[in-house]
């Protein structure tokens, strides 16, 4: 992933704009925790590429797949779930084979 992804650089209404939905849903979303932007010092709600694409996602788990919001959530808990597993497990392998090159 790009290091830039994680820059807060849009604000909601470019972010709303941006992937098709209202303000008021990017504002629910961050209600209910299904997302957190970051905030200007201002508390200004600063939306990144990768909260873009998080968005994206939401939205195609909604309006494709008929997921609701509970659903969705459970999904992107799980899906960051996986992938801190198979972060770990890749750690793990890596031990285990440095190991046994010492062992070696």
Same mark, same amino acid.
Do not use: W
């Given at each position: ?11 909601i209404s470019?972010? #709303? ?21 970051s905030r ?29 919001? #509970? ?34």
């Amino acid at each position: 992933m790009n290091p830039n992804d994680e820059d807060p650089c849009y604000v909601i209404s470019v972010a #709303a704009r941006m992937v098709g939905v209202q303000t008021h849903t990017l504002r629910y979303y961050e209600k209910i925790g299904i997302m957190e932007p970051s905030r200007s010092k201002g508390n200004i709600r600063l939306y990144s590429d990768r909260d873009i694409a998080h968005i994206k996602r939401v939205k195609t788990l909604m309006d494709d797949l008929g997921v609701n919001l #509970a659903g969705v959530e459970v999904i992107m808990h799980m899906t960051q779930h996986l992938i801190e597993l198979q972060r770990r497990m890749a750690e793990l392998e890596s031990e285990i084979e440095e190991f046994r090159r010492r062992e070696h």
